[in-house]
């Protein structure tokens, strides 16, 4: 097996500069979740939701380079969008939106921004027994 070349120091210079020009294009830390706001929503990327979790659309990353792509798939303001599944391996993301279901890579999808709705009790909670509403009388 032959050995790597040593690497000269204009090489040595220039990969370290592309790789400080990488770091800095690389979005911030992302919040893993908004406070609730007085309705019970919560903002947050869609890449932080959860597999049936519902939301609405606020904004996408004006610096995205996905930006136009996302926009002409349906990623429009308030537009409703529901989040499907996770691959097993983390990526790509599954979301439902505007009728048909569509995957993301993580990082399309952190550039979404969505208004969580908050869990419909309804839904959750068991009817009471009828037997319950009796047994007062």
């Known amino acids: 097996m032959a050995s790597a070349a040593p690497i000269d120091g204009k090489t040595q210079s ?3 500069h592309v790789l400080q020009a990488l770091r800095a294009r690389r979005p911030a830390a992302l919040p ?3 406070e609730p706001d007085a309705t019970g929503h919560v903002e947050m990327p869609l890449s932080k939701m959860q597999p049936g979790e519902v939301g609405h659309i606020l904004s996408l990353c004006t610096e995205c380079i996905a930006r136009p792509h996302l926009l002409e798939m349906g990623f429009t303001l308030g537009t409703e969008i529901e989040f499907v599944r996770v691959a097993p391996l983390g990526d790509p993301l599954t979301v ?3 009728g048909y279901q569509l995957s993301l ?3 399309e999808a952190e550039a979404v921004w969505v208004r969580v709705c908050p869990p419909d009790f309804d839904d959750i909670l068991p009817e009471p027994a009828s037997g319950d509403a009796d047994a007062g009388e």
Do not use: K, M, Q
């Open 96 to 98: 439902r939106i505007r």
């Open 105 to 107: 890579r993580r990082r």
């Open 32 to 34: 893993l979740r908004g």
């Open 14 to 16: 220039r990969f370290l």
